[in-house]
């Protein structure tokens, strides 16, 4: 089969197509033929050498994509034929993937292999974010980072699906007028007061900031209400700075840390919650945003792509 992989670190430039086993699938896994993968920044990270791989190279990154089943094991209702998708299986940036089947999330008819590719990883991010995080309520108020980017537009869908108002922070006026797409109700840029702005939103600050920059976190607290809440999900802008547990006391704040595999922790997880993400697509609640199509070969044209900052939804590879 052909991978997209790289033998060192280093950009977009170390990335390439090449001929490599098929994989082995082993008493538990399925064998995936894929026909979409989802682009993420975390694959850009460990192409860089910042995030932990195992193995030797020559490395294929990748864990997101949707395809069509050509083996699987008895007993686990899988079966050749079957349209499946993931969000958490290794090296997909490849034509055939040996998947854990506990990964595996059937794919109705009616949702289409793009679509899955695009959706899973980021809008299970979404959701967990409005429904775990902080079980937003009809009526809040909420400021979402980067909300042109992938995980931004369905964040903001969703809160608006919830019944709240959303303020949306973007890097340009463009990337403005992609979040009021998306429905937010008002969206500012970095370079301007933002924090002030959002504190006018809510009248005396938002109920919750959904937060993925890193290095606003101090902003993001203050843009708060008296008793709100901060999400930290993400640090795409730098780490974030330490914050004395005082300036919480003070305004009777919260923080809470996030991330997607603490909720995603069986095959039921996985089942359940993308079965709601695809009745949101299926309702018109969600419109996933695809930003650009790349061959799998022309891998290091999406990776220079998607670290432009340039794109506004999800950055796909197709086999």
């Known amino acids: 089969m052909r991978a997209l992989v790289f033998d060192r670190f280093g950009g977009p430039e170390v990335l390439h197509i090449a001929d490599v086993p098929d994989p082995v699938p082993g008493a538990a896994q ?42 699987a094991p008895a007993g686990y209702g899988f079966k050749p034929g079957d349209r499946v998708a993931w969000a958490d299986a290794p090296v997909s940036n490849a034509e055939l993937v040996a998947v854990d089947v506990e990964r595996l ?16 990883l980021q809008g299970l ?14 009526g ?30 973007a890097s340009t006026s463009a990337k403005c007028d992609v979040a009021r797409a998306a429905g937010a109700d008002e969206a500012v840029t ?11 939103f809510g009248g005396e600050g938002v109920d919750v900031v959904y937060e993925s920059v890193g290095s606003t976190l101090m902003q993001s607290l ?5 008793g709100g809440h901060v999400v ?16 919480l006391m003070d305004g009777s704040k919260s923080i809470t840390g996030g991330d997607l595999w603490n909720v995603l922790r069986t095959a039921n997880d996985r089942r359940t919650r993308a079965a709601e993400l695809f009745a949101h697509v299926r309702s ?5 945003a695809i930003d650009a199509r790349y061959p799998l070969a022309d891998g290091a044209a999406a990776h220079a792509h998607l670290e432009s900052r340039r794109a506004t939804g999800k950055v796909l590879l197709v086999p």
Request: aromatic residues 8%.
């Open 140 to 169: 809040e108020s909420a400021l979402v980072h980067a909300a042109a980017g992938g995980v931004g537009q369905l964040l903001v869908q969703l809160c608006k699906a919830l019944g709240a108002r959303v303020i949306a922070l």
């Open 105 to 120: 999330i059937p794919l109705p008819d009616d949702i289409a292999f793009d679509t899955a590719a695009a959706l899973l």
């Open 284 to 288: 018109g609640a969600l419109r996933v």
């Open 125 to 138: 991010t979404a959701q967990y974010l409005v429904r775990d995080s902080h079980a937003l309520r009809a």
């Open 222 to 226: 203050e843009a708060t209400r008296t």
């Open 232 to 247: 930290f999900y993400g640090f795409a802008g730098g780490d974030p700075p330490t914050i004395d547990p005082r300036v």
């Open 190 to 200: 970095y370079d301007g007061d933002w924090d002030a702005a959002a504190r006018a």
């Open 30 to 71: 399925a064998l995936v033929r894929t026909r979409a993968i989802g682009l993420n920044f975390a694959d850009v990270y460990r192409r860089q050498g910042r995030y932990h791989l195992v193995g030797a190279p020559p490395y294929i990154a990748g864990y997101e994509a949707a395809g069509v089943v050509e083996s």
